[in-house]
């Protein structure tokens, strides 16, 4: 009897490679035979796991046209028009371009990304033309916060990405900035729609403590033994 050196796995006489690993069996005593008698069947079936994902995510969407449709009926039987539904009409394309579209779609990031912040844009739409108040608030707002919320989780997912070179700490650093400038720059469109720009004052107590953070974390990156350490407890 023999094992596969590799991964130990009982070999059979005949075997020529080890069935599990593919390597190649070398034993003297047991030269293997010219058409060896496999005791393993000839089709292996191999599961296809993105189509079940692809499958889930179909299905939730259908599932997810019933509330709408109920909804649009509900208010259309009681308003005579679409008033409030416009919320959920909104709210289910947001959920599906977040959650869904990811699980059914292959596109670059950069797309999921445009197409998720033109479905928030189209949620704030819905909500103006429901409750027919000024452009303002959308405009200097709404679109300015959600296309910088984009760019910043664009960023992240590039962060992210196995192939980035960055070391893990100076990675989280630039995030830890980058919520801290988007803090500050909500606040900026905050006073630009309140017509009162001003110095900024709540959102330094966010910018300051991530600034302190991620400076703290690109010294840390300076020290060798620290960066293996946390690599090894975080398994980076
Ligand atoms: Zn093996």
């Known amino acids: 009897m023999s094992y596969c050196v590799n991964c130990g796995v009982e070999l059979q006489k005949s075997e020529p490679r080890c069935p599990l690993c593919g390597t190649e069996v070398l034993n003297p005593n047991e030269l293997h035979e010219e058409k060896p008698i496999r005791p393993y069947p000839a089709h292996v079936e191999h599961l296809d796991k993105t189509v079940d994902r692809r499958y889930i995510a179909s299905f939730i969407s259908l599932l997810l046209l019933i509330p709408l449709f109920t909804t649009m009926l509900a208010n259309i039987l009681v308003s005579k028009q679409l008033t409030w539904s416009y919320l959920v009409i909104g709210g289910e394309l947001v959920a599906f371009t977040v959650f869904l579209l990811p699980m059914i779609a292959r596109m670059p990031k950069v797309l999921y990304m445009v197409i998720d912040t033109v479905a928030v844009c189209i949620l704030l739409l819905l909500i103006r033309i429901l409750t027919q108040s000024k452009w303002d608030w959308l405009l200097l707002l709404g679109l300015p916060i959600t296309v910088l919320t984009a760019l910043m989780c ?43 720009i001003a110095w900024p004052t709540w959102s330094l107590y966010v910018l300051f403590p991530c600034l302190v953070l991620s400076s703290s974390l690109l010294i840390l990156n300076r020290r060798a033994r620290v960066k293996e350490e946390i690599r090894k407890r975080f398994y980076f």
Do not use: N
């Open 154 to 196: 664009w960023f992240f997912s590039l962060m992210a990405s196995p192939k980035c070179r960055i070391p893990v700490l100076i990675r989280f650093s630039f995030a830890l900035t980058c919520v801290g400038l988007l803090v500050v720059a909500i606040e900026f469109f905050i006073g630009l729609y309140k017509q009162a």
